[in-house]
């Protein structure tokens, strides 16, 4: 079992910045490869943004390439997110998942991910 809470979600105004944050608990490994997802009102769970577990290798949606970036620190079992220039769009509830599956590459899909944290908010005002 691994347990996930994020923080760092807020209301922001567009072109601003928020840091998130994902706290991992329980069966953690700095092996795992981790992911944020956003999911708005009246539409799917989409992916944002992965990392390996090394960081040395991240993928993102087009959507918010250039402007998320997302790291890791496994001393501190933590995932983040830091989201600049920030859009009305990018206003949704964040996850972040984790992949425990033996295969090493990075996932964009949600049912590729074991476990989920209950998710932060982030709306942006325009």
């Known amino acids: 079992q691994v347990q996930l809470v994020e923080s760092g979600g807020g209301l922001v105004q567009a072109g601003g910045s928020l840091r998130l944050s994902c706290v991992a608990s329980g069966r953690t490994s700095s092996s795992i490869r981790m992911g944020w997802f956003r999911q708005a009102p009246g539409k799917e769970r989409e992916f944002v943004a992965a990392?390996?577990?090394?960081?040395?290798?991240?993928a993102y949606a087009d959507s918010v390439k250039g402007r998320f970036t997302i790291s890791r620190d496994n001393a501190k079992n933590t995932v983040y997110l830091q989201m600049n220039s920030l859009k009305p769009e990018d206003t949704a509830v964040y996850y972040c998942?984790?992949?425990?599956?033996?295969?090493?590459?990075?996932?964009?899909?949600?049912?590729?991910?074991?476990?989920w944290g209950q998710g932060t908010q982030v709306t942006v005002s325009s």
């Open positions: 998942a984790a992949d425990l599956g033996p295969s090493w590459y990075l996932k964009s899909r949600t049912e590729e991910y074991d476990y």
């Open positions: 990392i390996s577990w090394s960081g040395g290798n991240t």
